[in-house]
């Protein structure tokens, strides 16, 4: 990719993005430059190659993809800053900053302007993220870009703005709701033998693999379902007594609280 990137805030976030980046090449690590004010916090960037600087003007006059990795509370006066280094006809703003919108973002910024909302998950840390992306003002090319640009660090969808919110309950809280199921595994496992770090081993990967069977057959969760249980069987004997207990049912209704928590916030 021939693209020159800037990462305006160089977190654990903007870091991991920049590091998933250069991953194989895709882009050059000379084509990416990061920055933070304690510049010396991202040294480590700068020792695999990519460009590293406290300026997020300079940052921005010298590429065409501006990713802004940044805290809620900074990005208005961020987005000032940046404005008059910011040019339609060669840049495009990426904002990965929750709860912040494009049409918010457009006012500061300029309404012409081509701009994407990303919203990726912590698994990005290992360009395994599921990142759902909107946009205003973007061609279908511009779109095409941004999301080979982040297929590099996991799976992608595109989705509707307004959907943003709920792209954050369902792929980044739940992460942590996977965590606590597979958590939830690894005591019932040594509930019934085995140690704790063979439990975990056994539940991580399991989960990791039925998440890698939906990719690969494309099939409805329960039909892998129906290949596991047998008349009579234990996994059908667990899963009635889980559902018994309410399992689905709590986990809908964690997802819907999360969501209208998320809704009486903005």
Do not use: W
Not at 25 to 52: M, Q
Not at 227 to 249: K, R
């Amino acid at each position: 990719m021939s693209e020159k990137v800037a990462i305006i805030g160089g977190g654990n976030l903007g870091a991991s993005i920049a590091e998933g980046f250069i991953k194989d090449h895709f882009i050059n690590p000379e084509n990416i430059v990061v920055t933070r004010r304690k510049v010396e916090l991202i040294k480590p960037l700068a020792e695999k190659g990519i460009r590293i600087t406290s300026s997020n003007t300079e940052a921005v006059a010298c590429s065409d993809i501006v990713i802004l990795a940044v805290k809620p509370k900074q990005t208005p006066d961020i987005l000032q800053e940046i404005s008059s280094e910011l040019d339609p006809k060669r840049h495009l703003l990426i904002s990965v900053v929750t709860g912040f919108s494009i049409r918010t973002m457009a006012e500061i910024v300029g309404a012409e302007l081509p701009i994407f909302r990303v919203m990726p998950n912590t698994a990005i840390a290992i360009q395994e993220s599921m990142s759902c992306i909107s946009s205003s003002k973007a061609s279908e090319e511009q779109v095409q870009t941004i999301t080979k640009l982040f297929e590099k660090l996991g799976k992608v969808a595109v989705i509707d703005e307004e959907l943003m919110e709920a792209a954050t309950v369902l792929g980044a809280c739940g992460i942590a709701f996977a965590l606590r199921f597979i958590r939830a595994a690894i005591q019932g496992g040594i509930e019934i033998g085995f140690d704790s770090k063979t439990a975990e081993l056994v539940a991580a990967q399991t989960v990791k693999g039925a998440a890698s069977l939906l990719f690969a057959r494309r099939r409805h969760p329960e039909r892998e379902i129906d290949m596991v249980t047998t008349p009579q069987g234990c996994t059908i004997a667990g899963l009635n007594e889980m559902e018994h207990q309410g399992f689905s049912s709590s986990l809908i209704k964690g997802v819907v609280t999360s969501y209208k928590k998320i809704g009486n916030s903005l």
